[in-house]
């Protein structure tokens, strides 16, 4: 294994190199290392001294690259410590800026020190690295290696729970990463199961709650810092119906009459989520892709899509070309309309119809007199070439609209592998 590792220096922050460090310091605790065998190594992994203080056991040491263990191993200035139960500390002192993998390192240097000093108190990782929420998406990874981040993230492989896939909330904090330009977020199913209740869809703006279950955070993400990710309601009272799990760093603060305790922020204009399936957390690989197909339904008439609600409409997202989407005379006519002057109206107009099923209703929804709708629907009518306010036009009209959004989100459905 250290042969395959060489130095922490010449690996990536994937999760593969991750798998890789997480598997060098386990082959470390089957082996059953000294705390002389396990400083040497870790120094030789990381290529820059580090230790093992632990004054109570009498125990301090260090190593630093292919030298002997010395002591006292004390951290020296400037050293990235953890801390264990009893006052242990571990520390890896290295020159210069830090390097992608170096939390990871000290994270599992820090577990394999207290198991096999006999610590029964393994510090929860705090690390939130983007890695391991990686590691449990990609449908590559085995169970094993699956399960074992799980474990790292403090989720129990049989919790439920389930996967967003969003783009504009770089100001989201928690358990989550960022997989090819969209960020993935692990969200509590539990929190989650009664989110969708016919009504409304979520706006810009709207406010983001976070619920705390049994002291712990509702929703989990990855990054570092360690906020929480929470889940959705309209700003008004903490209805479980449009629900998005992400607490964002900027939001206004206010306390909810949800279990444990609440924080508000507001879902950021521009930002669109999609909300994948619940399913058990070793499944998460799964959500995530339910997560990426609802995000390419996602639109700024509805900024969040639950992958439960699409139906057979999921089964577009994979099927269409370019070329296919070239040949959509409807999803042409739509382009047409907003091009136009007042296109952006329109085309949420058509929306508002299709979600509503009357011009009337529309129209409230759009806060606008339902006096201004007909002469709307009847431009969208010339160019489209059919009715839209009767069953067969509007169910026309929603598949329109929603191949338009597929053609025009391809970019969004993120790392095909995963």
Known sequence: MKGLLLRLSGLDADAENAVRVIGFFDRLITGHAGPDGLVRSTAELAGCPVGVHAPGQGLSLRAEPGEDVTTPGAPPPGAATRTLEGGIQVWVARAGAPIPLDDMLLERFAIATAILLGQGGVPRPELGDPALVELVLSADAGTAERSRALHLLGIPPTSRLRVLAGIGLEGAAGRSAELGGVRAVLADGTSARGWMRDGGSVQPGDAVAGALADGRPAGRSAQPGGAVAHPLTNGRSPQPDRAMPTQLANGPAVRSPLPGSAVFGALPEGARVGVGPEVAAIDAARSW???????????AAEPVVFSDRLGSLAALAGKLTTADFAELADVH????????????DTLAALDALCATGSARKAAAVLHRHHSTMPARLARAEAVLGFEVDSPGGRFRLHLALMLRRLRDNTVLNGHESR
């Open 289 to 299: 892709a339910g997560a990426r197909t609802a995000l390419r339904f996602t639109s």
């Open 333 to 344: 006519a739509l382009d047409r309309l907003a091009a136009e002057p007042h296109g952006a």
